[in-house]
């Protein structure tokens, strides 16, 4: 009994040490005396106009933190900044897929790559067939990578720097060029571009048993005027191109013609090394979206 007497009373002191001492609530007049404003309060909102306000601050997810808005436009900005794949299939089977990313909207700076990627046969009939459209042979998978950058000019000498890197590592074959770029207006509305180009090509050769591999470079300058006539919508191009494999200037001579929207023809004379002349005519077709 004496035990049992002790535990009880231990408990009931444990009991009353934990439970807080009970208050009685207050009364309705105290707590409106309590919430009453003051009338020497400043007005908060005073000179602001509610329509002006930017409730969107408000749209965050309580949990997160996060504003949904602001979400969805980083991920738009990020799509629209990301990689562009295109893909065109050729006639002997394989596809040629481009990929590009846009790398400084300052001076205009992408990077990509230009493949063609061969399609594996999975039957006899496809591989008979793609044979038979590349003359006995497969086709094979192959690509490049470049770089693009345009920088303004400067002042009044030229107005834009173009400048272009191409590798090719199956083909051992490197690019890299830079154009100046003159725009002045005539008359009415005819204007006159000039434009000088220089260029670096470098191709190298495989070593093969007794004979050592080598690289060869060529280097190149072209020299172009056009003259644009946008209400008729006819250009022409004239040119001279130098180089060190041909060792003298060789001219060309150009025009174009949109004949609707999207739609041009395109005619030109050149020379060759050789002496001849290099006359082709073209019409093409252009869509952007």
Same mark, same amino acid.
């Given at each position: 009994?004496?035990?049992?007497? @002790?535990?009880?009373? &231990?408990?009931?002191?444990?009991?009353?040490?934990?439970?807080?001492? @009970?208050?009685?609530?207050?009364?309705? =007049?105290?707590?409106?005396? *309590?919430? *009453?404003?003051?009338?020497?309060?400043?007005?908060?909102?005073?000179?602001?106009?509610? =329509?002006?306000?930017?409730?969107?601050?408000?749209?965050? =997810?309580?949990? +997160?933190?996060?504003?949904?808005?602001?979400?969805?436009?980083?991920?738009?900005?990020?799509?629209?900044?990301?990689?562009?794949?295109?893909?065109?299939?050729?006639? /002997?089977?394989?596809? *040629?897929?481009?990929?590009?990313?846009?790398? &400084?909207?300052?001076?205009?700076?992408?990077?990509?790559?230009?493949?063609?990627?061969? /399609?594996?046969?999975?039957?006899?009939?496809?591989?008979?067939?793609?044979?038979? +459209?590349?003359?006995? /042979?497969?086709?094979?998978?192959?690509?490049?990578?470049? $770089?693009?950058? !345009?920088?303004?000019?400067?002042?009044?000498?030229?107005?834009?720097?173009?400048?272009? $890197?191409?590798?090719?590592?199956?083909?051992?074959?490197?690019?890299?060029?830079?154009?100046?770029?003159?725009?002045?207006?005539?008359?009415?509305?005819?204007?006159? +571009?000039?434009?000088?180009?220089?260029?670096?090509?470098? %191709?190298?050769?495989?070593?093969?048993?007794?004979?050592?591999?080598?690289?060869?470079? /060529?280097?190149?300058? =072209?020299?172009?005027?056009?003259?644009?006539? !946008?209400? !008729?919508?006819?250009?022409?191009?004239?040119?001279?191109?130098?180089?060190?494999?041909?060792?003298?200037?060789?001219?060309?001579?150009?025009?174009? %013609?949109?004949? @609707?929207?999207?739609? +041009?023809?395109?005619?030109?004379?050149?020379?060759?090394?050789?002496?001849?002349?290099?006359?082709?005519?073209?019409?093409? @077709?252009?869509?952007?979206?």
């Amino acid at each position: 009994m004496l035990v049992a007497a @002790f535990i009880l009373g &231990s408990a009931l002191t444990l009991q009353a040490q934990i439970i807080p001492p @009970f208050s009685s609530p207050a009364s309705d =007049d105290e707590t409106e005396a *309590a919430e *009453a404003p003051d009338v020497n309060d400043p007005d908060l909102m005073k000179g602001i106009d509610v =329509d002006k306000l930017d409730w969107s601050q408000l749209a965050v =997810d309580a949990g +997160t933190g996060i504003d949904p808005m602001a979400a969805k436009k980083r991920a738009q900005a990020a799509a629209r900044e990301g990689l562009d794949w295109s893909s065109n299939p050729n006639a /002997n089977g394989s596809s *040629a897929v481009t990929v590009k990313q846009s790398v &400084s909207s300052f001076w205009d700076t992408r990077i990509g790559a230009d493949m063609t990627l061969a /399609n594996e046969p999975r039957t006899m009939s496809e591989l008979l067939a793609q044979k038979a +459209t590349n003359g006995g /042979n497969l086709p094979q998978s192959s690509g490049s990578a470049w $770089a693009t950058a !345009t920088a303004p000019g400067a002042g009044a000498i030229w107005d834009k720097t173009a400048v272009e $890197a191409r590798v090719d590592p199956g083909a051992e074959h490197s690019k890299i060029g830079a154009s100046l770029t003159k725009s002045v207006p005539l008359s009415g509305d005819t204007s006159l +571009t000039l434009q000088n180009g220089y260029s670096v090509n470098q %191709q190298g050769t495989s070593a093969v048993p007794g004979i050592g591999g080598h690289v060869t470079r /060529n280097y190149e300058t =072209d020299q172009s005027a056009k003259v644009t006539v !946008t209400d !008729t919508g006819t250009s022409i191009v004239a040119g001279q191109t130098l180089s060190t494999t041909d060792d003298k200037w060789l001219r060309k001579l150009g025009a174009e %013609q949109k004949l @609707f929207d999207n739609v +041009t023809v395109s005619g030109s004379v050149g020379e060759t090394p050789q002496g001849t002349l290099n006359k082709s005519v073209t019409a093409g @077709f252009k869509k952007s979206w």
